[in-house]
């Protein structure tokens, strides 16, 4: 076999990154256990409740219920379909701000519910007052985001918390790439004392775990005994998860990725992204570019397709948003030395 994996040097458009050393050999030893089945494989169940007590430190949410999910999309649907199958109403449906991830749109067309997409603020951040005018009785579901994919924003998270409360609606908080950062800022992050009700936070991407490994959180053990189906051939009686063998790989990944990093690595990673998105939004203002400044570390800046193609050409894997500012994740594999080197780049294309 002639192909290798993707080195990490170049990319800059991501939210999957390097994987711990010490979460990779937990992988490699936990292949062949299926976490779906936790009476037949007790063991990796156990890294399972540990890894989700510690997304509950991370989070701030008091004893969770949840599990390592195969990513941010599963997390997401999974919270969608609990809100659908409590709804009062019997056309229920979900209620997001445009900056939610793509996975909404995957959540709503597979369980039949409309996603009512609410535009953002100047500053890309979920609107407040317009959340609260679009939703209506048969709103079960309000969601906001604590990170986004395109500009890493962090929506009012208590304010919105509060507006789905009023509603009756249950909240949901998207939190799969921001949830590692949230903690070591000002932010009020801590989910713990927003009304939500469930919450994804990815170990797969800042968290430094292998791929596959999403975190789904519940504040309630009912959130999950609803979703649950029994299960007659399997030794456990019953299975909340969407899929049904999962990869013990991303659950013993998660583990002991969190083990190793909660919280000082963690701490030290945010530290030192927010400071190389810092750099680079300002060495790119400089330059004349038009930067969106960065809230978590997160670049999004205006790039002329000239110029975006040149870096494309030189290897860095770099990505447009929706609405065309290239963007650059500062993931934890992203050094100082890789901008300084991506700017030189540029530079040399301006000339060019
Ligand atoms: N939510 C957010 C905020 C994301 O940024 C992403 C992916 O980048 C997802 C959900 C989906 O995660 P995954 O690709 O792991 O399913």
Redesign the pocket.
């Known amino acids: 076999m002639d192909a290798t994996p993707q080195e990490f040097d170049r990319v800059l458009s991501s939210?999957c990154t390097r994987p711990h050393p010490a979460a990779a050999r937990a992988a490699e030893r936990f292949l062949a256990d299926n976490p779906g089945d936790p009476a037949t494989y007790p063991d990796v169940a156990t890294l399972e409740e540990r890894a989700v007590a510690t997304l509950g430190d991370v989070t701030g949410l008091d004893d969770p219920a949840g599990y390592v999910a195969?990513?941010?999309?599963?997390?997401?649907l999974q919270a969608v379909r609990a809100a659908r199958d409590r709804a009062a109403s019997g056309d229920p449906t979900v209620v997001a701000p445009t900056s939610?991830?793509f996975?909404f749109q995957k959540a709503a067309d597979v369980l039949g519910v409309d996603l009512h997409l609410v535009p953002v603020d100047d500053d890309h951040r979920a609107d407040t007052d317009a959340l609260a005018a679009a939703i209506d009785d048969d709103t079960a579901l309000v969601v906001a985001?604590a990170?986004?994919?395109e500009f890493g924003r962090v929506d009012p998270i208590p304010e919105v918390g509060s507006i789905a409360r009023e509603a009756g609606a249950r909240f949901h908080v998207?939190?799969?790439?921001?949830g590692f950062h949230l903690p070591f800022t000002d932010h009020a992050w801590h989910f713990g004392h927003a009304s939500l009700d469930t919450l994804?936070i990815?170990p797969?991407?800042v968290g430094r775990a292998p791929?596959?490994a999403?975190g789904f959180l519940a504040r309630d053990e009912a959130t999950l005994d609803a979703l649950a189906v029994e299960t007659p051939y399997l030794e456990t009686t019953s299975q909340a998860t969407l899929t049904g063998t999962r990869s013990g790989a991303g659950v013993a990944g998660a583990a002991a990725a969190l083990d190793e990093q909660w919280p000082d690595a963690y701490e030290e990673n945010h530290e030192r992204a927010a400071a190389n998105a810092v750099h680079l939004a300002e060495q790119l203002t400089d330059r004349g570019y038009d930067v969106v400044a960065p809230e978590l570390p997160l670049v999004a800046f205006s790039l002329s397709d000239a110029e975006f193609d040149a870096a494309r050409d030189a290897g860095w894997r770099l990505s447009r948003t929706g609405s065309g500012e290239a963007r650059v994740v500062c993931m934890p594999h992203v050094t100082r030395a890789m901008l300084d080197a991506f700017l030189d780049t540029l530079d040399a294309a301006r000339v060019g």
């Open positions: 939210m195969s990513g941010g999309t599963e997390a997401n939610v991830h996975s985001v990170g986004t994919t998207d939190a799969a790439w921001g994804t990815d797969h991407k791929i596959p999403g």
